[in-house]
């Protein structure tokens, strides 16, 4: 059976299986509710509990830093399922409108750390990782070591797979749509 595009549904608990509804009822008693990405996961059996281990390992970055990646990667990779879920969590975290904007667009004029992380991102995932010299000497002179280049680079690629997910899929938004650029 060949599927469409309009075929991609989000699953609803009854949907999937057993382990997965106990990741859904876990969900809904942390955040309230299942967001359509982790119940599109959901579809398959082990990928939800892996992409949720995946994004609660431990790491060097703050969450304002994970936000400025998981915005710049989110915004060159086209996906408006996630710009629209990290600017919520950007807000979340302390970001104004405007600075969520600025971060989306690769920098971050408003604090010289985030906007040489913001940098360093955005020329990682635009160059599939070939960083010219430069970006990368201003990243470890804002503070990054190289233990952050590494939480940058697996953020960067948990994103990845989320936006290419929701870019094959489109399925629906679940949150306040992001503003376009």
């Known amino acids: 059976m ?37 119940a599109f996961y959901a579809k398959n ?14 790491t060097t970055l703050k969450a304002k830093e994970k936000e ?6 989110s915004q060159i990779n086209g996906c408006r399922y996630c ?5 919520a969590l950007g807000k979340m975290n302390g970001f104004t409108n405007e600075q969520i904007i600025e971060i989306r667009g690769g ?3 408003f604090d ?3 906007d040489a992380l913001a940098k360093f991102t955005s020329a990682t995932v635009s160059n599939q990782g070939k960083v010219d010299e430069k970006v990368k000497a201003s990243f470890f002179a804002a503070g990054y070591s190289e233990a952050n280049l590494i939480d940058v680079v697996i953020l960067i690629g948990d994103k990845i797979m ?20």
């Open 162 to 181: 989320s936006n290419y997910l929701h870019n094959l899929t489109g399925f629906e938004i679940d949150f306040p749509l992001a503003p376009e650029l």
């Open 112 to 114: 010289e750390k985030l």
């Open 45 to 58: 059996e082990t990928a939800l509990a892996d992409y949720l281990a995946l994004q609660s390992r431990k």
């Open 68 to 73: 400025v990646v998981n915005l710049v990667t």
């Open 107 to 109: 920098s971050a004029s």
């Open 2 to 38: 060949t599927t469409t595009a309009s075929a991609f549904n989000v699953p609803t608990k009854s949907e999937v299986s057993e382990n997965n509804q106990a990741i859904f009822d876990q969900l809904e008693k942390q955040i309230g509710f299942v967001p359509n990405l982790y």
């Open 83 to 87: 710009q629209s879920a990290h600017t």
